[in-house]
């Protein structure tokens, strides 16, 4: 049957290593979706939210972690053209950018080919990002354009997984990557968040030892431990 979506979708080579490829074709039959829509689903996550990342320009073939092969993808036109624009602008190559994203997306390990140089240069000069709208009114004593990635990740990362939605949650993730979100769960998760907030994103996460707070908790205040 003709879907009036597939319609408007063109097909577009991308450069992916196997381990991104068959994870993400796995994650699509567990889902009922397919390796397209999974992709134009991650860049169009990117285009909405745009965290401020860095990226190398291309990966040397002769040089990458993993061999890289041909994929077929029928991605949406709006979509191709606006990553394709920003791509051009921050100079890295739709592939690079679409393995970056895919692999925080799966939450597969960034190789080193792929990683972000230091924290230090992922942020503009003046520092300012771009937060989901619907994090807004919990920033109230905050200028959002002010807001810094790293000067203020824990704030970002507490408020985030405190209040946000899955689209907050989606940000956070590719903004900042597991292994960020982990580290801040087992230094501060405890004190900084609610009960049973932490409780959710620890069980979630895996997490089995953190730093404790000095306060005792409430009995039957959060799931059991």
């Not at 196997?18 to 134009?40: H, I, P, Q, Y």
């Not at 990740?153 to 940000?171: C, E, M, N, P």
């Not at 993730?173 to 597991?178: D, L, N, P, V």
């Amino acid at each position: 049957m003709d879907d009036p979506k597939h319609r408007e979708a063109e097909l577009h080579t991308l450069y992916l290593s196997n381990t991104v490829w068959g994870e993400l074709k796995r994650r699509a039959v567990m889902e009922g979706s397919d390796a397209s829509k999974l992709t134009d689903y991650v860049l169009g996550a990117f285009l909405k939210y745009r965290p401020a990342i860095k990226l190398p320009p291309r990966r040397p073939r002769g040089k990458t972690v993993e061999k890289l092969k041909r994929r077929n993808l029928h991605l949406r036109k709006g979509t191709w053209e606006h990553v394709a624009m920003d791509a051009q602008e921050k100079n890295y190559s739709i592939s690079v950018l679409t393995e970056f994203l895919l692999r925080n997306y799966l939450k597969l390990e960034i190789s080193p080919d792929l990683r972000p140089r230091s924290p230090a240069t992922r942020l503009s000069a003046g520092g300012s990002i771009q937060i989901p709208s619907g994090l807004w009114p919990h920033f109230q004593e905050y200028d959002p354009a002010l807001l810094n990635l790293e000067r203020d990740a824990d704030l970002l990362l507490q408020r985030t997984l405190q209040f946000g939605d899955w689209h907050a949650a989606s940000w956070l993730f590719m903004t900042y990557g597991k292994q960020r979100i982990r580290a801040f769960l087992r230094q501060r998760g405890e004190r900084w968040l609610s009960p049973v907030t932490f409780n959710y994103w620890r069980r979630l996460l895996g997490i089995k030892k953190w730093q404790a707070s000095p306060f005792p908790t409430a009995k039957g205040e959060l799931w059991k431990r």
